[in-house]
């Protein structure tokens, strides 16, 4: 049984972060204690046997019949047991010599050779196909041997079963499991001889551990070692690097092989510090670099493992989520179990993110207990691998991983996945008897808690996985798969002969589960898989498939991908068949996915090789070949000619259960349809050539009901649009199809041309388009919305309008189907939607008159979806007050504004642009308190939005004082400006009379107020009602006085100078009874004036001091020398 490893949690972290840092070179080498490898392989032993199912005595019957089926199993395998030989000197069970073994270890299982006698004769080594045919039974044994089982018939530490798990332990370590035996299968023969055959072969030794001898465990953990990569290289390495073809290989192959060496390493219990530690060192390093990718793989388009998109691809080209990628997730979920009670996790860090790896890559590829077939590749062709037990391990391992996350929430939310997608299974009779009793009791667990809800989480979501090439549409009661192809996803995968009929698999067949159990049982030797539901087909085969190891069936044209806002979403696609069928077939198409409705289009069909070409809208499995079936509202009756309808509007499939109900609709004008109801018939060996000549599966038959449009021999512009309308009655579905189609009447409405395909869903206020060219398109008048848009280069785009925490919001999501553009660009209307709420980082939006302009950088090829969302943002208008004698009115404004203009005593002065701030010049334009004001905005179109009032307010009222020198002056005097009508003085807090004032100036009698300069003085002034609203403090000073003038001496000084005491403001120099200028103002004692050359000696010079009103207090005269 399969399990998976921590390591791969902590290369997703680096896949999903976009870094290629490897963490082989950042963490300490793995190591364990003997005591935690004893403790790592008896939870290993657990996680594949289970618990003792009888511990509380009885068994519950469900496990009890899953453990008596293999031990039935057993009995079979044994019962072509081959003994051996013995001899006096060897003893089974420890038989070595390989003389003393028996040739073949079971009858059934032997390679045989023609000799040249032409005797048919054993072959002198085993194949590789029997390598691992031969493990697994060893395993079986080994199971059984440590499974408790109180029974009669038990294994259950059974001696001789005991010694039949040795000697066969030694017979295929000596006759199979050698590295000389795995260098002569060849270097292209790897699978067998290190992943399928050493997966069991650790299993066995960790079951047989205490019953083995060491020399035996060494001999085959010396094997491993010669047949395992024997070193690490980065994820892109060649294959040339690795001796002898023991490459690590890549995705899930290379995690296989890395867990290999792994549990090597921890059975190595005997080689603490050596061996052992160093072979799991090397085997979490190969885990590791396999998924060591960045998101866009380097650049390289073919790259195995895991895609930010939820995408996973092994051999290059497959989608293989539910193939080889539930390897991964096995062996994610084993290694929580392995490490367990050990320091095992510590040497990783950040698996956390495999939680989100569940989400977005693992939970959408599963429908309850299916998997969406489109992820499992090549595996749909053999009957061993089923749907539903390939989905029940998957739901187990997530459980299991699930369940390691802190998050009780999440965990929760997990429990409830599981359980709900299981409880209808779970009724059925044979739902555990392909289960693991580990499984099963994890499962019963699950079911029998009450307090986990069993109702399965259908929340509505779309996802475009554009790696993979295909969309995924969950609504209520149903999901839908669409699967496409392009230049680097080939439409199907057959290896080794398997799946040779798959072609049509990935040309956009369309899958819709519903629980209906369409897709189980027989349904592909059945369907006919030239007929696959979404394609259009000419029924043509490629009748020589590609002999690359790796082959890809490639579209040969570039537009493969779907836009999508993750609940809606459009997939497109044009291609040819060239490369698949070798057919000229060539179509465009598109898938649109509303709230439950599909729309399918297309257009362009042609074709050139004589065969009728049609378009396959239905062909699905019945459980009940008596189920109603109709088009038009006639009944298409079991086993009858496939019947034509010329004017088809709409088709029913009906179902007892409610939600199975599937309705059909053909909106385009006479469409014809051939509808049928038969029973059709297969073989599983018609799907894999692998089969022996003459050795072919049996004939199987289903009924299927199946609609098709046909397109006649040699189309040359073909077309069709229908519509899938599931769990929709029949009554709804007549009444649907009067209101789909090209009409703009209809509720929703559709657009078909060469460049462009397109939906309208009014209801929803959606719109998807997708522009093969640059164009225009639109729907008007159709809604109070403008879904046109335009598109400068080829690209999707999706219009969705909402309410979004009570705003109007237009969300645009653009993509590149072609993943080859480097940009995209689109214009839409703004309408009334002016403001940009969110936008990709990768966008750049600008506004162009009255549209928005959004260009994508779309150089990372990587399909995905790119989201911009537009707000109605409310017009509003503010501005602040205007003060006569301010220069502008401002304000602010929000929304959809494109002028603004003033408007004064009713008269318009003149709209300008509007940009925040605003600012509109208005001095000398509003001149009064009494003007009437008021600011205007208009949008884009001329239209008044707003108009508000501005207050106008007068020019602010200050005061100046010149100061008061005491002794000099008479009145205080000063200027004022505003709206000032009266002042008065106020001396040490005490106001004195108000006076009036006019023309700017006051004086105010201070005299017999102001006695001392301790005084402490204001003018204060007053509007007109009285009220203070100004007032400034008052200079005092005292009259100057112990003035000195020095002397000054003709030819010699060029100042007067001189000091004084008191309250001097200005002084001047007087000669001969003028003065020379105009007083000049003094900073302080001593004082100087500039007087070279201004007088004689002869003459009389005075200087004159003033006090800060301006008036002279002294006068001293100069004695001139």
């Known amino acids: 049984m399969k399990k998976y490893c921590i390591t791969i949690m902590l290369a997703l972290v680096l896949l999903f972060t976009g870094t290629n840092t490897t963490f082989a070179d950042e963490l300490s080498p793995f190591t364990q204690t003997k005591e935690e490898k004893n403790i790592s392989l008896a939870n290993w032993e657990k996680s594949l046997i289970g618990e003792d199912i009888f511990q509380n005595g009885l068994a519950d019957p469900d496990l009890e019949k899953i453990l008596q089926t293999k031990k039935s199993d057993l009995r079979e395998i044994l019962s072509h047991w081959t003994e051996p030989k ?15 073994m028996n040739p073949l270890l079971f009858d059934d299982i032997k390679d045989e050779i ?43 530490k059974s001696n001789q079963l005991r010694n039949q798990i040795i000697y066969a332990l030694n017979w295929y370590s000596t006759m199979v499991f050698t590295p000389e035996n795995g260098e002569a299968l060849g270097v292209d023969v790897w699978y067998e001889k290190q992943i399928s055959s050493p997966l069991s072969i650790v299993n066995t030794l960790t079951f047989m551990r205490d019953d083995i001898d060491k020399q035996l465990l060494q001999k085959y953990l010396t094997a491993i070692d010669g047949l395992e990569p024997p070193i690490v290289y980065n ?31 921890i059975l190595d219990s005997e080689n603490i510090n050596n061996k052992g530690n160093v072979q799991a060192d090397l085997g979490i390093k190969i885990m590791k670099y396999a998924l060591l990718i960045d998101a866009k793989g380097e650049g390289k388009k073919n790259i195995d493992g895991f895609y930010p998109d939820g995408s996973f691809i092994q051999h290059s080209f497959i989608p293989y989520t539910t193939g080889y990628g539930s390897d991964i997730l096995a062996r994610s979920a084993g290694m929580f179990q392995l490490f367990d009670g050990t320091s095992g996790l510590n040497h990783f860090t950040g698996y956390g993110n495999l939680f989100t790896i569940l989400d977005k890559t693992y939970q959408p590829v599963l429908y309850k207990n299916e998997t969406l077939d489109m992820t499992r590749g090549r595996q749909i062709a053999q009957s061993s691998y089923t749907s539903e037990n390939k989905a029940n391990e998957m739901l187990y391992n997530m459980y299991h991983v699930s369940q390691a996350n802190t998050d009780t929430r999440y965990k929760s939310d997990y429990e409830r996945l599981v359980k709900s997608s299981i409880v209808t299974a779970s009724s059925k009779p044979n739902f555990y008897k392909n289960l693991s009793i580990p499984q099963a009791q994890a499962f019963k667990a699950l079911l029998n808690n009450e307090e986990i809800s069993s109702a399965y989480p259908e929340a509505q979501k779309n996802i475009m996985m554009s790696r993979a090439n295909q969309m995924i549409d969950q609504k209520k009661g149903y999901a839908a798969g669409l699967s496409m192809f392009s230049k680097n996803v080939s439409s199907f995968e057959s290896i080794n002969g398997v799946n040779t009929l798959g072609m049509y698999t990935g040309t956009g067949a369309l899958s819709i589960y519903n629980g209906d159990d369409a897709f189980k049982n027989n349904y592909y030797p059945t369907v006919g898989m030239t007929s696959l539901p979404g394609t259009t087909t000419d029924l043509s085969i490629r009748k020589v498939l590609k002999t690359d190891k790796t082959p890809i069936y490639a579209n040969t044209e570039s537009w493969t991908g779907g836009v999508s806002d993750g609940t809606y979403g459009s997939a497109t696609m044009d291609y040819t068949m060239k490369d698949v069928t070798q057919s000229n077939l060539a179509a465009k198409k598109s898938w649109f996915f509303l709230d439950g409705k599909i729309v399918a289009m297309g257009n362009n069909i042609t074709n050139d090789n004589n065969l009728n070409t049609q378009t396959i809208v239905e062909n699905r499995q019945l459980q009940d070949g008596a189920t109603n079936f109709s088009v038009n509202g006639q009944n298409i009756a079991l086993s009858s000619p496939t019947k034509t309808f010329e004017n088809a509007k709409w088709a029913y499939l009906d179902n007892a259960t409610e939600s199975q109900r599937i309705g059909y609709i053909f909106p385009d004008a006479a469409t014809s349809v ?15 050539s692998a089969y022996e000549p003459g050795k072919g599966t049996p004939e199987v038959k289903a009924t299927y009901a199946g609609l098709t449009i046909p397109h006649k021999v040699n189309p040359t512009d073909a077309f069709y649009t229908y519509v899938i309308l599931p769990g929709v009655s029949k009554t709804d579905t007549e009444l649907n199809s009067n209101k789909i189609g090209p009409g703009m009447n209809n509720d929703v409405v559709t657009i078909n041309t060469n460049t462009v395909q397109g939906v309208l869903d009014k209801e ?7 522009y093969r060219a640059p164009g225009e398109a639109g729907y008007p008048a159709a809604t109070k919305h403008n879904f046109n848009s335009q598109a400068h280069t080829s690209g999707s785009i999706m219009i969705r309008y909402a309410t979004k925490e009570d705003k109007q919001t237009k969300t645009i999501t653009l993509a590149d189907p072609s993943m080859a553009a480097n940009s995209i660009h689109f214009s839409i209307p703004k309408e009334s939607f002016n403001g940009i709420s969110s936008q990709s980082e990768k966008g750049t939006v600008t506004s162009v008159g009255d549209s928005w302009d959004i260009t994508v950088d779309t150089s990372g090829k990587t399909g995905e979806s790119f989201q911009f969302t537009f707000e109605e943002i409310p017009s509003t208008l503010v501005a602040d007050n205007f003060t006569i004698g301010d220069s502008y009115v401002t304000g602010a404004y929000t929304g959809d504004v494109a002028k603004v203009e003033l408007q004064i005593n009713g008269a318009l002065i003149g709209k300008i642009p509007a940009s925040n701030p605003l600012k509109y010049y208005a001095k000398g334009k509003i001149t009064s308190v009494t003007d009437t004001v008021s600011l205007i905005s208009y949008d884009s179109k001329g239209n008044q939005l707003k108009e508000i009032p501005i207050i106008v307010k007068p020019t602010p009222a200050t005061l100046t004082t010149v100061g008061f020198t005491i002794g000099v002056d008479s009145y205080v005097q000063g200027t004022y400006t505003g709206d000032l009508f009266r002042v008065a003085l106020e001396v040490d807090g005490v106001i004195n009379g108000k006076i009036p004032v006019s023309n700017s100036a006051y004086q105010y009698y201070a005299a017999k107020l102001i006695k001392s300069t301790a005084t402490e003085v204001y003018m204060v002034g007053y509007d007109s009602s009285g009220v203070e609203v ?25 100042y007067v100078t001189g000091s004084y005491t008191g309250g001097v403001a200005k002084i001047a120099l007087e000669v001969n009874g003028t003065l020379l200028q105009q007083p000049i103002g003094v900073a302080g004692s001593p004082y100087r004036y500039y007087a070279n050359g201004k007088f004689k000696a002869s003459d009389e010079v005075y200087v004159i001091f003033y006090v800060a009103s301006g008036v002279e207090s002294n006068r001293v005269k100069v004695i001139v020398k």
Do not use: C
Request: hydrophobic share 30%; glycine share 6%.
């Open 86 to 100: 013995l001899t006096v000197d060897e003893r089974y069970p420890n038989i070595t010599k390989k003389e003393n």
């Open 114 to 156: 023609i000799d040249s006698d032409h005797n048919t004769v054993l072959a002198p080594s085993v194949s590789a196909k029997n390598w691992p045919k031969l493990a697994e039974r060893i395993e079986k044994m080994a199971t059984l041997y440590m499974t408790p089982d109180p029974s009669e018939d038990t294994y259950y």
């Open 235 to 265: 994820y892109d390495s060649t294959n040339e690097l690795y001796p002898k073809g023991r490459t690590a290989g890549f995705g899930a192959n290379r995690v296989n092989k890395g867990f290999v060496l792994l549990m090597r390493g």
């Open 674 to 688: 051939n509808a049928y109801k038969a029973e059709q018939t297969g073989r599983w060996s018609d799907l894999a």
């Open 764 to 770: 929803h206020d959606l719109a998807i388009m997708n």
């Open 1030 to 1054: 100004t007032r400034v403090k008052v200079d005092v000073q005292s009259k100057p006085d112990t003035i000195i003038v020095n002397d000054f001496t003709v030819g010699k000084d060029s």
